[in-house]
């Protein structure tokens, strides 16, 4: 049920910014379909530094295994953080490539 509620209030938030770009700020057609491939490539890079930064982290706590010899958990990078920074590493990454 949570995830119905979700839906529909992304759909409707979605809508009215939609109503009010088009209607209210004459915002073109066109330019919604390249903020939508701009927002597309920012979530993948996003990932792509999340792959990047899962993989680093998990390296970094198999060399604290190997440095101190004890156990270091791989839970500690299990965060919603991580994922949260990874996609605004993407979006800058994406707005520092359009500008050249």
């Known amino acids: 049920m949570r995830e119905v509620v ?55 706590v198999g060399l604290a295994r190997v440095v101190t010899g004890g156990f270091v958990s791989v839970y500690m990078i299990d965060e919603l953080t991580v994922v949260a920074v990874s996609l605004l590493q993407g979006a800058l990454f994406r707005w520092w490539w359009d500008r050249g």
């Open 6 to 60: 979700l839906i529909i209030l992304v759909g409707l938030s979605s809508l009215a910014a939609y109503r009010l770009g088009a209607c209210r700020l004459r915002l073109s057609r066109p330019g919604l379909r390249a903020a939508t491939r701009a927002t597309l490539e920012s979530v993948g890079l996003g990932v792509l530094f999340l792959a990047a930064n899962l993989a680093l982290a998990t390296l970094a």
